[in-house]
Structures are given as structure tokens and as C-alpha cells.
């Protein structure tokens, strides 16, 4: 069993909801995202999201824009962020997900990138702009390499895409809550109960809901209908702010209320 669905099945097994963060790779640097990694896990993120920096960031919204800047600002690469990975695995066995763009997979080569993410211990690749009918030629590399690959639903989706995504995905499935970029809203859509019931009704893997979500409260209010709930923005924002030992304080503090919210929802 992949880290992925060993997971899944731990909170299921104590009816509970999964917390996935995502924090971009190199931001600031490759060094504090490997202490900011192990600070989430602490204070309760059961997987991780590591957003591989990108000039062209289109599904992203200024705030993760200016963190992959601020990546690339500092160097960070593809290989180094899969060198960070094989780091965190020997002090971490939290599921790991690498999200971004398939430019730099394509430039880095999809079969040689998807040994080398399994061989450092990545267990998924999410590929925002690569939706399934597209993404044969990374799918044998993954499932060659025993890496999960995750495909994105979103409001617009209709029965044969949810069908494709269920049926070629694995891991997870990325429901996405809102049209447009990323980036933290103020409140969750009213009609985003009813969609995530009636699509996770016609899926076989768990369905996470992200894209806006930025308060303990709003992840308590999805995660009551999702089998968990990603937070993004509402985390990179932070970087913004602060910094070293400050940073992991905040952050930490932060996800421990997100953890929080996510199980009362459970137990309602």
C-alpha cells in the first residue's frame, strides 16, 4: 500500500479527515522547506503539497505567483527540490505530493523525472495543466515507478471527465472548489456541499477539496463533506510575513487550528 492510501485508510479507520498543506519549494529557500515540512507535520498535517516553483504559474493566483518568485529568485530547481526530498525522508514518512506544471517535467524528461521522484521518495505528482486525455506518456512512466498520479475535477466538470479522472487517477482526487486561480476567499461557495457529495458519490479514490479555503472554520465546513480539505494561499501568505524561527511559530500555529477545525467536522 502507497504512503497515500495507507493514510487515507489510518483516517478512516478513526473517522477522520485529512489535512493536506501545500507550501512552494525554495520559498525562500530550499533549507527552510525542509524545517517548514517536518513544523506542518508536527502541528498535524497528514500530507504535504510541495509546489515546484514556475515562471508561468496560470492556475495561480499573485500570492503563490510571488512564491514561486521568490524560488526561483533563490535558485531552486527540479533536481534540488528532489535531493530536499530524499533529505525529509530520512527524518519523515508523511506522504509527499510535488504540484506544478508539466514544462519543467517535459524539459527534465517524464520517465527519467518519475524514477527519480520515486527513487527520492515523492509518492504522487499532481500536473495542473495536464488533464487526463493528455497525460499517457506520464501515466506509464508513474505507474512504471509506483508513483500515485493525481488529476484535478472543478465546478465545470461534467460526467465524462469525473468518469476519465476516476478511473485513471490515483491517490486522491484535486477537487478544485471554485473557477479561477488560487488564492484565499472569505467565505465557501453555498453550492459547494451538494457538488463535492454528489461527485465523491461517483468516485473510487478520496476526494480533497481546494482552491480558497484559508480559515479553520471553512475547513471544518468542507472537510464535513470531503474526505479532506487543502490549504494553500492561506499558508504561503505567511512567507510574506515572516521569517526563520518566526515563521515556523506562526505556521505552526496555524495549522494547528486548520488540524483542529477539520477534526470537530469529523466528529459531527
Known amino acids: 500500500m502507497s504512503r497515500i492510501a495507507d493514510k487515507f485508510a ?28 517536518l513544523e506542518l507535520e508536527r502541528a498535524g498535517a497528514d500530507l504535504i503539497e510541495l509546489g515546484v516553483p514556475f515562471s508561468d504559474p496560470m492556475a495561480d493566483g499573485p500570492t503563490i505567483q510571488l ?7 533563490s535558485g531552486t530547481t527540479l533536481p534540488a527540490i528532489l535531493e530536499l526530498v530524499a533529505r525529509l525522508r530520512q527524518r519523515t514518512q508523511i506522504p509527499i505530493v510535488l504540484m506544478g506544471y508539466f514544462n519543467p517535467i517535459f524539459a527534465y524528461g517524464a520517465e527519467r523525472f518519475a524514477y527519480d521522484a520515486a527513487q527520492a521518495g515523492v509518492d ?28 484535478l475535477l472543478t465546478p465545470t466538470s461534467d460526467g465524462s471527465r469525473v468518469e476519465s479522472v476516476s478511473r485513471l487517477g490515483s491517490g486522491f482526487i484535486y477537487y478544485v472548489s471554485v473557477t479561477g486561480v488560487t488564492g484565499a476567499r472569505t467565505e465557501v461557495a453555498d453550492t459547494l456541499a451538494a457538488r463535492v457529495t454528489e461527485v465523491r458519490g461517483a468516485l473510487d479514490l478520496p476526494m480533497v477539496v481546494g482552491f480558497g479555503i484559508s480559515t479553520p472554520e471553512q475547513a471544518g465546513q468542507v472537510a464535513k463533506d470531503a474526505d479532506g480539505v487543502v490549504i494553500g494561499s492561506a499558508l ?5 510575513k515572516y521569517q526563520g524561527a518566526e515563521l515556523l511559530k506562526e505556521l505552526g500555529g496555524f495549522v494547528s487550528a486548520l488540524k483542529q477545525g477539520v477534526l470537530e467536522a469529523s466528529k459531527k
Open 10 to 37: 489510518q483516517l478512516q479507520g478513526r473517522g477522520e479527515k485529512a489535512l493536506v498543506t501545500f507550501v512552494t519549494a525554495g520559498d525562500p529557500d530550499l533549507a527552510t522547506t525542509e524545517q517548514v515540512v
Open 67 to 73: 512564491s514561486s518568485e521568490r524560488a526561483l529568485a
Open 124 to 151: 504522487a505528482l499532481l500536473v495542473v495543466d495536464l488533464p487526463p486525455e493528455e497525460a499517457a506518456e506520464l501515466k506509464g512512466a508513474t505507474d512504471s515507478c509506483g508513483l500515485d498520479l493525481i488529476f
Open 236 to 240: 504561503v501568505k505567511y512567507f510574506e
